[in-house]
């Protein structure tokens, strides 16, 4: 394994370079921030909205993004994944010859919904962190290590041109680790789904609904079972299963050794397997995309049912009295 850190950085390959940033949520906003803050010059494409006028407000120019790709040498696609392909064909033909074209996400490139012109360069600099991660990261000196994979290369220059954009994003104070487009969107993917988000939100549950069914009470079941559960990934992001195993107590480790297994087993892992399976074959993305374009009526069925989970208005209600949590709401 290699990481690509600042001495890496060929500081020519993006010298003089105009940078378009289509989109301005949470990654938008961080990359264009830390380019300017960077000494790049900086353009955002977005519809006129609430974007434009955050972007403006923050100092930087903006154009609608048919205007804002044509002098660009390098254009950012950060807007949402189900937009990019529809964003594509609008600026596709205002995008010059031999410019760059990066990603933070590789799934419209992998399955795909976006088939870029051929002289293009196309790039992809994942950052492993949200928007406000890299952007707090970059203000404090440091920075969010990143993923970096070519697609296409025409100009044979494509590597080093991501490479110079990650260390603008401050992507190279934390290593830059190559990979392929398949790999990112693959792995992410799976990892949304059956851990990060999908799994754990899922075990948390479970958990609750397993001590209250007892007879437990639920304001208790959500301490232990959702609000304790930073205090573990806390410990396991700083330094691993090692660190946690460092500050729980003896009893906590033995419980973890004996009955974890028993909850996340070869079941578990066969299921998991299947996910990944419908990941790699594409089937996922198809139901996605199918989803999307029928109105997500599926979609906001079940994310109505997730929300009126008992444990979330336990949980809201005990967050309420705590001021230094922001519920977000």
Request: hydrophobic share 40%.
């Amino acid at each position: 394994m290699k990481l690509y850190g600042q001495k890496d950085v060929d500081k020519k390959a993006l010298r003089g370079a105009r940078i378009c940033v289509l989109g301005y949520g949470s990654q938008g906003r961080a990359h264009a921030l830390n380019l300017k803050d960077s000494g790049f010059d900086v353009v955002i494409g977005v519809r006129k909205g609430e974007s434009w006028k955050k972007a403006r407000k923050d100092g930087l120019v903006v154009s609608l993004p048919s205007a804002a790709v044509k002098d660009a040498d390098l254009i950012a696609m950060l807007a949402p994944d189900l937009a990019q392909k529809a964003l594509y064909e609008t600026i596709a033909p205002h995008i010059k010859k031999g410019a760059t074209l990066l990603f933070a996400h590789g799934f419209n490139i992998h399955f795909k919904q976006i088939k870029p012109r051929k002289d293009l360069d196309v790039v992809l600099i994942a950052p492993k962190g949200p928007g406000d991660l890299v952007r707090r990261q970059f203000e404090q000196g440091r920075g969010v290590p990143s993923l970096l994979a070519v697609f296409q290369d025409p100009s044979k220059k494509a590597f080093s041109k991501a490479l110079a954009y990650a260390h603008g994003i401050g992507g190279t104070r934390g290593g830059v680790l190559k990979t392929t487009f398949a790999e990112e969107t693959e792995t992410d993917l799976f990892g949304e789904q059956a851990v990060l988000c999908g799994g754990a939100t899922e075990l948390v549950v479970k958990g609750f609904e397993t001590l209250v069914e007892a007879g437990y009470q639920p304001e208790v079941a959500y301490f232990e079972c959702m609000h304790e559960l930073k205090l573990i990934v806390d410990l396991l992001h700083e330094g691993g299963i090692w660190k946690m195993h460092k500050f729980i107590s003896e009893t906590a480790k033995y419980g973890d050794l004996t009955r974890g297994p028993r909850v996340v087993n070869a079941r578990t892992k066969a299921e998991m397997r299947k996910i990944l399976k419908e990941i790699q074959q594409g089937k996922f993305a198809k139901q996605w995309m199918r989803e999307n374009a029928t109105g997500r009526r599926n979609y906001d069925k079940m994310m109505k049912k997730d929300l009126d989970r008992p444990i979330e208005k336990v949980g809201y209600a005990l967050r309420a009295r705590m001021p230094w949590l922001d519920q977000g709401r």
